[in-house]
């Protein structure tokens, strides 16, 4: 299966496609320019807002507007063109840590994760953002916090710490948000890429981007099992997230950076957003809470 080019953005590093099922768009994020990009797949048009910092992931709020979480800890916007305001900065203390991938649980709470821009092993961490905007820990040690998504029926947490080539599997208590009895439910070779981002599919297969592998792969969580390859004519893949009217779309961001020009040669549609019809319909996206 291959995946088709729908927007050629040259995007730095491109990254956090959330579906918005109100407004039938894409959001998207450049992580190091700081943009957040609004897609709209009915007429092709892409819009960018500048967060004026680096920015990981975004997310919607029940009461409108958004959460984005990058550089400088959890932000709040009540819309694209107003100022964020800050929430919560766990990584204060080192300015070389900043926030990476994220997503909202089905109670309405927002985890995310960082990640040292140093790539100082085990420095970063996960945290859950309560509704009540408390600030919890989730887990420490970590190296690159990446893609995480919960089985269709809640009781399952999966997480990516990249460098660790594999995707953990938690219990998960849906009214605590505690997780617990960790185990590994895949692992990657490292022949073909790093586990980067992921979406869950409504049958409860991970949908599992390679960064440096050039491919999203399709997982059984259960038995550990690959059961789909979606190739790409770029190398840095980083994310993917279900999309379309209904949720049938599988939306792919990809990177430039980091690339030679030779590669950037062999390479054109690096950093371009991409969409594959995997025959299988996503998750409905969870909104924050608070």
């Not at 792969?217 to 190739?231: A, K, L, Q, T, Y």
Request: proline content about 6%; glycine content about 12%.
């Amino acid at each position: 299966m291959r995946a088709e080019l729908v927007l050629d953005a040259r995007a730095v590093l491109g990254e956090g496609p959330l579906w918005n099922s109100r407004e039938k768009r894409l959001y998207w994020v450049d992580i190091d320019p700081g943009l957040i990009h609004v897609f709209d797949p009915a007429s092709g048009a892409d819009r960018a807002a500048t967060l004026g910092r680096m920015v990981g992931c975004v997310a919607f709020r029940a009461n409108g507007g958004l959460l984005a979480a990058g550089e400088g800890g959890v932000f709040e916007l009540d819309s694209l063109e107003l100022p964020p305001r800050l929430i919560a900065n766990p990584v204060a203390g080192d300015p070389q840590l900043r926030f990476n991938d994220g997503k909202v649980d089905p109670k309405g709470r927002f985890w995310a994760g960082t990640y040292h821009m140093l790539r100082v092993p085990q420095r970063a961490a996960l945290y859950c953002l309560e509704p009540n905007r408390s600030l919890r820990t989730v887990l420490v040690g970590l190296t690159n916090s990446n893609g995480l998504g919960w089985s269709p029926d809640g009781t399952v947490f999966y997480h990516i710490d990249t460098p660790t080539l594999e995707v953990s599997a938690y219990d998960f208590d849906a009214d605590t948000g505690r997780i617990s009895d960790r185990r590994c439910a895949v692992r990657f070779s490292g022949d073909d890429g790093r586990p980067d981002g992921m979406a869950v599919d409504a049958e409860g297969r991970l949908w599992i981007a390679h960064f440096d592998g050039g491919r999203v792969s399709c997982w059984d969580p259960r038995s550990g099992r690959r059961r789909e390859v979606i190739e790409l004519p770029c190398s840095r893949v980083t994310s993917c997230a279900f999309g379309g009217a209904n949720l049938n779309e599988l939306y792919i961001t990809t990177a430039r950076k980091g690339l030679d020009e030779s590669r950037l040669r062999a390479e054109p549609a690096a950093g371009g957003l991409f969409v594959a019809r995997p025959g299988v319909e996503g998750l409905p996206g969870f909104l924050f809470g608070g």
